[in-house]
């Protein structure tokens, strides 16, 4: 679930936003709170032909609520995804592309509400454009004598392509990285920068490969990256990341009711998890990871491949271990000297027996 507070002038969408996630976002505004879903999407249509897609929203109060639907534009906000919005520039006419099947309607308690966005592209339509369509709610205002006024609002992202032959799909790696050298335990977290060199908005995706050997002839493990589709906006760098925490022990945030916890920075806690049905995977020493991450440049897939290494060195657990190891030796040392003293002391009480002849007579201890 994401909050999102209106304020005066340009509304931030602070999500990790350009996903083409279908999960329901909810917000609580001025008191109000809905719940949007998708997230954000992408459709597709030619130009001189249309693109339609269906938004969603739902009134979580107890009482029905107005609600009135407002189109901005947005772009990227730095490199982790996040989208500021802002009303269209006098000079943009594509906000008038846009029509909805009701700009405004009351959304009853519990019900989802639905809104068909179709966009009119015309003839001279070219590559993506960047619609934010905000549910806001239409609230009494008790303070004042003008009636009733707009506060907050939920908002989903859309992304229009305009398929045109001018499109030129690329990106780069600019940035592929462990955030250590040398762990004592895992997660260990991955970077991915990717910079769209084009000029229409991707979504690429791959895997990290985690292995021994850097050949990779053979796998530990495989980490997703961008899972959820995330668009790269044409111009812009984004970042994702992908976390291996395959391993015993293994660091874990902790959590109340569900809740991670925060220290006072605002930093995850985290506390070791010893699960013993993970016991045998104990990481140890040197390993690398390799990025495939591909894009679809119009034709075909291009793949972009980038490797990373990392030590992981759990010296706690070894320094146990070395540590258990000395007390064993030395148990078995001070047990073997133990018997061989006793063994010394048994022998010395036994006394050699006197041979006779066949008369009786001692033939002595050496038997001359």
Same mark, same amino acid.
């Given at each position: 679930?994401?909050?999102?507070?209106?304020?005066?002038?340009?509304?931030?969408?602070?999500?990790?936003?350009?996903?083409?996630?279908?999960?329901?976002? =909810?917000?609580?505004?001025?008191?109000?709170?809905?719940?949007?879903?998708?997230?954000?999407?992408?459709? %597709?249509?030619?130009?001189?032909?249309?693109?339609?897609?269906?938004?969603?929203?739902? @009134?979580?109060?107890?009482?029905?609520?107005?609600? *009135?639907?407002?189109?901005?534009?947005?772009?990227?906000?730095?490199?982790?995804?996040?989208?500021?919005?802002?009303?269209?520039?006098? @000079?943009?006419?594509?906000?008038?592309?846009?029509?909805?099947?009701?700009?405004?309607?009351?959304?009853?308690?519990?019900?989802? $509400?639905?809104?068909?966005? %179709?966009?009119?592209?015309?003839? @001279?339509?070219?590559?993506?454009?960047?619609?934010?369509?905000?549910?806001?709610?239409?609230?009494?205002?008790?303070?004042?004598?003008?009636?009733?006024?707009?506060?907050?609002?939920?908002?989903?992202?859309?992304?229009?392509?305009?398929?045109?032959?001018?499109?030129?799909?690329?990106?780069?790696? %600019? *940035?592929?990285?462990?955030?250590?050298?040398?762990?004592?335990?895992?997660?260990?977290?991955?970077?991915?920068?990717?910079?769209?060199?084009?000029?229409?908005?991707?979504? /690429?995706?791959?895997?990290?490969?985690?292995?021994?050997? =850097?050949?990779?002839?053979? $796998?530990?493990?495989?980490?997703?990256?961008?899972?959820?589709?995330?668009?790269?906006?044409?111009?812009?760098?984004?970042?994702? %990341?992908?976390?291996?925490?395959?391993?015993? /022990?293994?660091?874990?945030?902790?959590?109340?009711?569900?809740?991670?916890?925060?220290?006072?920075?605002?930093?995850?806690?985290?506390?070791? *998890?010893?699960?013993?049905?993970?016991?045998?995977?104990?990481?140890?020493?040197?390993?690398?990871?390799?990025?495939?991450?591909?894009?679809? @440049?119009?034709?075909?897939?291009?793949?972009?491949?980038?490797?990373? $290494?990392?030590?992981?060195?759990?010296?706690?657990?070894?320094?146990?271990?070395?540590?258990?190891?000395?007390?064993?030796?030395?148990?078995?040392?001070?047990?073997?000297?133990?018997?061989?003293?006793?063994?010394?002391?048994?022998?010395?009480?036994?006394?050699?027996?006197?041979?006779?002849?066949?008369?009786?007579?001692?033939?002595?201890?050496?038997?001359?």
């Amino acid at each position: 679930m994401k909050k999102y507070v209106a304020a005066l002038g340009s509304l931030f969408f602070c999500v990790a936003a350009l996903t083409m996630s279908a999960h329901t976002v =909810s917000a609580d505004a001025g008191g109000i709170n809905l719940t949007t879903s998708p997230i954000v999407t992408s459709i %597709t249509g030619k130009p001189g032909g249309s693109a339609t897609t269906t938004l969603h929203v739902q @009134n979580n109060n107890a009482n029905p609520v107005t609600i *009135n639907v407002v189109l901005e534009t947005f772009r990227a906000l730095g490199t982790n995804g996040a989208a500021r919005m802002m009303p269209f520039a006098k @000079n943009d006419p594509s906000g008038s592309w846009v029509h909805f099947s009701q700009d405004s309607f009351v959304a009853q308690p519990g019900i989802w $509400s639905s809104v068909t966005m %179709t966009v009119n592209l015309p003839k @001279n339509a070219s590559l993506g454009y960047y619609y934010a369509v905000i549910f806001k709610p239409q609230v009494a205002d008790a303070a004042s004598d003008l009636g009733s006024t707009i506060k907050g609002g939920d908002a989903i992202l859309v992304l229009v392509n305009a398929m045109t032959g001018n499109e030129h799909p690329q990106v780069s790696v %600019t *940035n592929f990285s462990a955030d250590k050298k040398l762990y004592e335990y895992l997660p260990a977290n991955f970077s991915v920068t990717v910079k769209n060199t084009g000029n229409i908005f991707l979504a /690429p995706t791959g895997d990290v490969y985690i292995s021994k050997s =850097s050949d990779f002839t053979h $796998s530990i493990d495989t980490i997703p990256v961008n899972y959820a589709d995330g668009n790269v906006l044409a111009g812009t760098s984004r970042t994702f %990341t992908a976390e291996w925490a395959d391993g015993f /022990p293994v660091f874990k945030p902790k959590t109340v009711d569900g809740n991670k916890i925060t220290d006072k920075k605002g930093n995850v806690e985290q506390s070791l *998890n010893w699960n013993l049905a993970s016991a045998g995977k104990l990481r140890f020493g040197k390993y690398y990871a390799k990025l495939v991450l591909a894009y679809n @440049n119009g034709s075909r897939d291009v793949p972009i491949v980038a490797v990373v $290494s990392f030590w992981v060195i759990p010296w706690k657990v070894l320094l146990v271990g070395v540590v258990a190891l000395i007390l064993i030796l030395i148990g078995l040392y001070a047990s073997g000297k133990k018997l061989a003293a006793r063994t010394i002391r048994l022998s010395k009480k036994v006394k050699p027996r006197k041979r006779t002849d066949d008369d009786g007579n001692s033939a002595g201890d050496t038997g001359a």
